[in-house]
């Protein structure tokens, strides 16, 4: 799609709320963290997921932000490499964990939540990923598919509410007996490189 078809689809009703979704850059970081702490303050430091995705990067091509026409960075979402347990036969499961997705405060209602989280499933569908989990209120994320059914036998690294984890398959079956507990697979970010000790990081 082009990014002026893009355009059309999001325009408010009224004409006053255009916004365009595109693959974010290392430029939109600092503009993003500013969003997150305004939309979800600081305990989104201290949720379990954030253990899945300290120090590790995006999986590739699945990291978005959402722009106004002014160029005013309005809303982001991003989907990380994980491992969810096992499957019946004892064989790693490879997903993504879907988070955080925060938008402008003063802009919620208006369909960037939806448009991003549409974007961000069917980027990673395209691109072969078997499913996503994340934790999050069902009364919100079950209108894309999401449910618990899934993820009754996986565990995240940390205290969650049993109603809150969710998952979609990207494929049908690919949860299919997945049980055990979530773990990062993500690519290192250079971040987490720089605070490793010299030694570490050039041994082999
Ligand atoms: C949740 C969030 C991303 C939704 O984005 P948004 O752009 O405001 O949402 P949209 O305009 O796309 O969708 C609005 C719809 O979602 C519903 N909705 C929004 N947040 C909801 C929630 N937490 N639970 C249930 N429904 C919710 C609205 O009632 C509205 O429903 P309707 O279409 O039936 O009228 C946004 O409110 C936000 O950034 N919240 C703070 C951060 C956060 O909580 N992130 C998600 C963690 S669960």
Avoid at 5 to 22: K, T
Avoid at 93 to 109: C, H, N, Q, T
Avoid at 133 to 154: C, H, M, N, Q, W
Wanted: aromatic content about 4%; hydrophobic content about 40%; some cysteine.
């Amino acid at each position: 799609m082009s990014a002026v078809e893009f355009i059309e689809q999001n325009l408010h009703p009224d004409g006053s709320q255009a916004f365009i979704i595109r693959n974010e850059t290392a430029l939109d970081e600092r503009a993003r963290e500013a969003l997150l702490d305004r939309a979800m303050g600081e305990g989104r430091r201290r949720k379990s997921s954030e253990k899945l995705r300290r120090g590790r990067l995006p999986s590739e091509g699945l990291a978005f932000v959402a722009r106004g026409i002014n160029g005013a960075l309005l809303g982001t979402v991003r989907l990380w490499d994980i491992q969810a347990g096992h499957d019946a036969a004892g064989k790693p499961v490879r997903a993504l964990l879907l988070g955080p997705l925060a938008v402008e405060p003063s802009l919620k209602g208006k369909g960037i939540g939806v448009a991003l989280m549409r974007h961000a499933t069917a980027e990673a569908a395209r691109l072969g990923h078997g499913a996503v989990i994340l934790v999050g209120d069902p009364e919100y994320y079950e209108r894309f598919g999401f449910s618990g059914t899934k993820t009754a036998d996986l565990a995240m690294p940390g205290p969650v509410e049993r109603r809150r984890f969710l998952a979609l398959e990207l494929k049908a079956g690919h949860l299919e007996g997945c049980h055990g507990l979530l773990t990062p697979r993500g690519r290192r970010s250079s971040h987490a490189m720089r605070v490793l000790p010299v030694s570490l990081r050039f041994s082999r």
